[in-house]
């Protein structure tokens, strides 16, 4: 089956700008993950869906920053008024929502760069 | 705030060669995952360990939980050129709003034919 798709791939922006990184999750999923990874460096939690629980957004570093999951699918989240600091690969991943045993599968990743 | 740090960061081999890399805390997890990312690719899982000293086993790869669950080590026995990527091990976490995994700072390991 289809595994977790992001688009788009690669995002270059001038700083100011607004983006929207759009990330399908496996069908069937109910948790959904952003996070943001530095060159090659770990990865910094940014949010978390779960069902149609309210969003666990304690990792967005800014009020500039933004997420949405519609339908329980489909999760978009937006970066407004770009900062240089915020080039970095954005990652989705999609999990059945197993608590700490979860397995999270992950997209390739959106990478941002901001000009 | 990183809560794991991992070592070494960056970590460069012959084929054939052991080696190991750790995990380390100061916080109690849950549970304790590996993954392995390649260039280009998002993370995939390699183990989820949730016992305190538990020991998994997959293939070349041996996978340990800290008694305490603080930390955790990964060893490659023979590593081969395929094992090259960054390894990423993450802490799971009960918290107010529902699960979180804190991830470490990452490996990269380079194995060299």
């Known amino acids: 089956g289809a595994g977790v798709s992001q688009s788009p791939s690669n995002k270059v922006t001038e700083k100011g700008k607004d983006v929207e990184l759009r990330c399908d999750p496996i069908s069937g999923h109910t948790a959904l993950y952003w996070y943001r990874q530095s060159l090659g460096q770990g990865l910094e939690f940014l949010i978390y869906?779960?069902?149609?629980?309210?969003?666990?957004k304690s990792g967005l570093p800014s009020d500039r920053f933004s997420a949405e999951r519609t339908g329980g699918s489909v999760s978009t989240l937006t970066i407004q008024r770009t900062q240089q600091e915020d080039s970095a690969v954005y990652l989705c991943?999609?999990?059945?929502?197993?608590?700490?045993?979860?397995?999270?599968?992950f997209g390739p990743g959106t990478r941002l760069t901001v000009l | 705030t990183q809560l794991l740090e991992q070592s070494p960061q960056f970590l460069s081999i012959q084929e054939g060669e052991n080696l190991t890399v750790y995990c380390n805390s100061s916080s109690v997890f849950s549970s304790l995952q590996w993954y392995r990312q390649e260039p280009g690719e998002g993370p995939v899982l390699l183990v989820t360990v949730v016992t305190g000293g538990e020991v998994k086993k997959l293939k070349r790869l041996t996978f340990q939980f800290g008694d305490a669950r603080k930390d955790s080590s990964l060893h490659i026995t023979a590593a081969q050129p395929g094992d090259t990527g960054l390894y990423l091990c993450?802490?799971?976490?009960?918290?107010?709003?529902?699960?979180?995994?804190?991830f470490g700072t990452g490996t990269s390991l380079t194995v060299i034919p």
């Open positions: 991943a999609s999990s059945l929502g197993q608590g700490v045993i979860d397995t999270q599968y």
């Open positions: 869906f779960q069902g149609n629980s309210a969003p666990d």
């Open positions: 993450a802490g799971g976490k009960v918290v107010s709003t529902g699960n979180q995994f804190y």
